[in-house]
Structure formats: C-alpha cells, structure tokens
C-alpha cells in the first residue's frame, strides 16, 4: 500500500512520543519507516513536553492527526480536535481502538472514521488536499 505520503508531495510525518528523548529509539523508527517507503526528509519527531504550552503548540504545525491504533487515543484525540486538528481513526473490534470513533460521532464528523487501511489512507489524503477546509477547521472545530 506504500506509506500514503506519496500522495501530497508536500505532506511529513510527525510523531510524538516520550520515548523518542533515547537516540536509540528515534533512531529505530526512522529506520522502520524508511523500510516501509518513508524518506527521512518527510519524518518529524517530537519529543513529549511536560508543559502544556509547548506541548499544545506543537499543533500549530499539524493539519491532520492520526490516530494511533490497536489503542485508538483519548486524550491525544481530544486535544487535537481542541486545537483544531481533524484526526483519522482506523475502526476495529477491540474496545480500546473503538474511542476515536466515538468522540467522532460526538463531535459530528463519522466521516473522518476508516474501516480498511486504504480508507485510512484517503481520508486523510482528502483532508490533506483541501486547504480550505483544514484552514475552516483550524478555526472552527474547537
């Protein structure tokens, strides 16, 4: 299926997580990305802030978050969705990957729920095309 990227040539990949502070770890998923198709240049990694100020500025440089799977976000999903970020959600069966599906509902936006990868894939696709929107988003979805 190839990583999606390819799709908006312009589009990166930024990944947030605490364990990315050991160079060791970092270094594991640019390579594990890089076997699936995903050049360095289009790879951001965050390390996770303490302080909500930075943390939730870090959002400023984000047009689309997506979720995290087979455990589906909660509180990640909310606070992108707070700041204005569409997030795509992969369903599954299991409970724990069922959350973004339900705060999409809550929120009004079903649309942004997946059922197949490449599903995933375009949706997020969709929404990284249409500027406009994202920009609409950016101001009004809190």
Known sequence: ????????????LAIKSIGLRD??????????LRDHGVQRD???????????GPHFSDYDQIDIA????????????CEAMWMGV???TLLADQPANRVG???LTQVGHPEWMANTDQEFVR??????SDVQSLDHLRQNLR
Request: aromatic content about 6%.
């Open 1 to 12: 299926m190839g990583s999606g990227l390819e799709r908006i040539p312009s589009s990166q």
């Open 101 to 103: 599906a339900s705060l």
């Open 42 to 52: 289009r790879i951001r990694l965050i390390t996770w802030l303490e302080e909500y």
């Open 66 to 77: 997506l979720d995290s799977t087979p455990y589906a976000g909660t509180t990640t999903t």
């Open 123 to 128: 949706i997020a696709s969709d929404l990284a």
């Open 23 to 32: 160079a060791g770890v970092a270094e594991a998923v640019i390579l594990r």
């Open 86 to 88: 569409p997030v795509v």
